[in-house]
C-alpha cells in the first residue's frame, strides 16, 4: 500500500533559524508531490507542489522543497523561520490513475517557532 | 483564483439531529469535490469521492447512511451528517479538484455535537 511518512511529528526552532520537514514516500510508479500548511482552526493552503521537471520547488512564504526521486523523498526546507510560520504542516501524495485523483497525507508535523 | 469555500464554518447541535455541510468552488467547476475529516492533532481522513451528477464513493469504514453526500453541481457537494452523535463532532474539510494535479481544499467545517 502507499504510505507518506512525515518523520518528525514536532519541529521545535527558534526565530530565523533554518528547519528541513522531512517526507518519505512509497511508490513506484510516477507521482505528483504536495506540501500543505494548516494554521490552527484552519483549512489547508498549498505550500509548493512537484510534478515534474526540476527537482527544486520553490513555494510561498520562502519555503522550498527538493524531489529526491532515488531516496523517495520530498523534504520541505526555509532557510530563515518567522513566528508566523508556527503551524501544522502535511506532506501529500497523489497517485493519479484513471479519473480520480487521491491525495495520501502524511501525518503532519507540527512546527513550532519561539522567540 | 482555485477559491473552495464551506459552509458553515463551525456547527454546534445536538445529539439527533441532522447537520448539512456545504462545499463550493468559487472560480471554477470542479470535476471531483472530495471529504475529509480530521481529528485533534491528526492528519486528514479520506471519507469519499463525489463526482457530479454520480454516487459518492465512500472509503472503507464510512457509514454511507450517516454521511450523505450530495454532488448536484460542478460547484456545489454538501455533506450531512445524519443524527449526528457526539463521537461525530470533528472537523470536516472539502476538496475540490478539475481534473489536473492540485486539490484545492476548503477552510474547514468544525462540528461539535452536544
Known amino acids: 500500500a502507499q504510505s507518506v511518512t512525515q518523520l518528525d511529528s514536532q519541529v521545535p526552532v527558534f526565530e530565523e533559524a533554518p528547519v528541513e520537514l522531512r517526507c518519505n514516500y512509497s511508490?513506484?510508479?510516477?507521482?505528483?508531490l504536495f506540501w500543505y500548511v494548516q494554521y490552527p482552526n484552519q483549512g489547508l493552503q498549498l505550500l509548493l507542489k512537484?510534478?515534474?521537471?526540476?527537482?527544486l520547488v520553490k513555494g510561498i512564504n520562502g519555503f522550498e522543497a527538493e524531489f529526491n526521486k532515488s531516496q523517495t523523498s520530498f523534504h520541505l526546507r526555509k532557510p530563515s523561520v518567522h513566528i508566523s510560520d508556527t503551524a501544522e504542516y502535511f506532506c501529500?501524495?497523489?497517485?493519479?490513475?484513471?479519473?480520480?485523483?487521491?491525495?495520501?497525507f502524511g501525518k503532519g508535523t507540527k512546527l513550532s517557532v519561539k522567540p | 483564483g482555485a477559491v473552495v469555500s464551506q459552509h458553515p464554518s463551525w456547527v454546534i447541535c445536538k445529539s439527533g439531529t441532522s447537520v448539512k455541510i456545504e462545499c463550493r468552488s468559487l472560480?471554477?467547476?470542479?470535476?471531483?469535490m472530495f471529504w475529509y475529516r480530521q481529528f485533534p492533532k491528526q492528519s486528514l481522513m479520506l471519507m469519499a469521492t463525489?463526482?457530479?451528477?454520480?454516487?459518492?464513493?465512500?472509503e472503507q469504514g464510512v457509514e454511507k447512511d450517516k454521511f450523505l453526500i450530495n454532488h448536484a453541481s460542478l460547484t456545489l457537494s454538501t455533506l450531512t451528517v445524519t443524527s449526528a452523535h457526539p463521537e461525530d463532532s470533528s472537523f470536516y474539510i472539502c476538496?475540490?479538484?478539475?481534473?489536473?494535479?492540485?486539490?484545492?481544499f476548503g477552510p474547514g467545517t468544525r462540528l461539535l455535537v452536544l
Open positions: 512537484y510534478l515534474s521537471g526540476s527537482t
Open positions: 463525489s463526482n457530479e451528477g454520480s454516487k459518492a464513493t465512500y
Open positions: 501529500a501524495v497523489a497517485y493519479y490513475g484513471g479519473s480520480q485523483g487521491n491525495l495520501i
Open positions: 476538496s475540490a479538484w478539475q481534473g489536473q494535479e492540485t486539490q484545492y
Open positions: 511508490s513506484s510508479v510516477s507521482v505528483y
Open positions: 472560480d471554477f467547476q470542479a470535476t471531483t
